[in-house]
């Protein structure tokens, strides 16, 4: 396979020789502004060499465990540990070639038992990685799942955790934590459509006046907002002839609320610590076959922790598609290489149903 790049001295752009292209289900790849919004249908190791070296602002990744799944080709069924990480590595190295000097690196790795023995092989890849390269360890953030598959082992507890290594070229990285809303606790599920909805009945049927009802119906609107951000755990609201009034009070405190505007909101503020550990589901994409997807909460909130808007974002196992989804949605331009052909269709179809969100309050440092 050749896969050298011909760069012009002036631009960054390349040309893919031909036989590379027949890994590339797109014939549009054929500069690097061509790669961006893109899901390449490639082996990672061949696609990545393509790609100029800092370009790349923060790539995400999860790759297939050691001898866990069949995707029916590349990395994961390596006859050894050793291999295995050797190939990781491969994929590694270029990973820290492209990425920016300010960029991010976080590998999401699983392990695996072998004849009843915990390999470690999350961290085995780990030690590797920080002794071969010019990279730093800045945190290795655990994914504690919430729903493990059951197992009945009689001998050994079920593993419900995953680590995310976060890895870096040099202490001048991006680093968002303003905009990183993870407490660690309370990311079950989340936040439904039903939260505050009694509470619009509750002012429907209210004696506020139509002046007061709006005004608390805004307010309602803006404080539910804030707890779907995350920014806020929860609230509760008190309306006048409903809800009993507080004792005391001074002016602007919540009595004087109730009785000036009819109501008052308490907001409840979750654990201002942000911790190295988030809970959440394992999740399923109605209608993906993909058996190894992680959850698009954890990649936007590691998203929005290491890059700004417009940024890229890339990942080299892209699988279904999620870190492109969570890309998208912040509105961060994605790279994903993915070398099963049906993966690629799939992960494009979920892309293109993906829209940007409202970046509503976040906090960007230029
Ligand atoms: C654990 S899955 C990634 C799942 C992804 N994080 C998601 O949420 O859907 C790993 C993916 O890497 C792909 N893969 C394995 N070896 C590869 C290689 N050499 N180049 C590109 N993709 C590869 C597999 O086909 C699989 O879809």
């Known amino acids: 396979m050749n896969a050298k790049r011909k760069k012009s001295s002036k631009t960054s752009k390349f040309e893919i020789k031909e036989s590379t292209t027949q890994y590339c289900t797109t014939n549009r790849v054929s500069s690097f502004e061509s790669f961006l919004d893109n899901i390449i249908h490639g082996d990672n190791l061949l696609t990545l060499q393509l790609i100029p070296d800092n370009k790349i602002n923060l790539i995400i990744t999860s790759p297939p465990y050691f001898k866990q799944r069949d995707y029916g080709s590349g990395i994961g069924n390596e006859k050894s540990v050793e291999e295995y990480i050797e190939n990781l590595k491969k994929v590694f190295a270029e990973c820290v070639r492209i990425l920016r000097d300010d960029?991010?690196?976080?590998?999401?790795?699983?392990?695996?038992?072998?004849?009843?023995?915990?390999?470690?092989?999350?961290?085995?890849?780990?030690?590797e990685v920080m002794k071969t390269f010019p990279v730093k360890l800045v945190n290795n953030v655990t994914w504690v799942k919430l729903n493990p598959t059951p197992r009945q082992y009689q001998k050994r507890l079920v593993s419900s955790t995953e680590p995310f290594f976060h890895f870096v070229k040099n202490d001048n990285y991006y680093y968002s934590l303003a905009n990183y809303l993870n407490n660690g606790t309370k990311n079950k599920k989340p936040n439904g459509n039903n939260i505050g909805k009694k509470y619009y009945e509750l002012i429907e049927y209210s004696n506020l006046t139509l002046e007061q009802k709006k005004l608390a119906f805004n307010e309602l609107d803006n404080v539910i907002q804030e707890v779907k951000e995350g920014k806020i755990e929860s609230f509760r609201m008190k309306i006048k002839g409903i809800h009993s009034e507080p004792f005391g009070g001074q002016d602007g405190g919540r009595k004087y609320q109730l009785l000036k505007k009819g109501f008052t909101i308490i907001k409840i503020k979750g654990d201002p610590i942000k911790r190295d550990v988030i809970e959440c589901a394992v999740e399923t994409i109605k209608g993906s076959k993909h058996p190894?997807?992680?959850?698009?909460?954890?990649?936007?909130?590691?998203?929005?922790?290491?890059?700004?808007?417009?940024?890229?974002?890339?990942?080299?196992?892209?699988?279904?598609?999620?870190?492109?989804?969570?890309?998208?949605?912040?509105?961060?331009?994605?790279?994903?290489?993915?070398?099963?052909?049906e993966y690629c269709k799939k992960a494009r179809e979920r892309i293109k149903n993906t829209h940007k969100e409202n970046p509503l309050g976040l906090i960007y440092e230029k």
């Open 292 to 341: 190894a997807i992680y959850p698009v909460y954890i990649i936007k909130e590691l998203i929005k922790l290491l890059s700004k808007p417009d940024d890229i974002v890339l990942d080299p196992f892209i699988g279904s598609g999620t870190t492109a989804v969570a890309a998208k949605e912040l509105g961060r331009k994605y790279i994903g290489i993915e070398i099963n052909e």
């Open 103 to 127: 960029g991010s690196i976080v590998f999401n790795l699983g392990d695996k038992y072998l004849e009843g023995n915990l390999q470690l092989i999350p961290y085995r890849f780990t030690l």
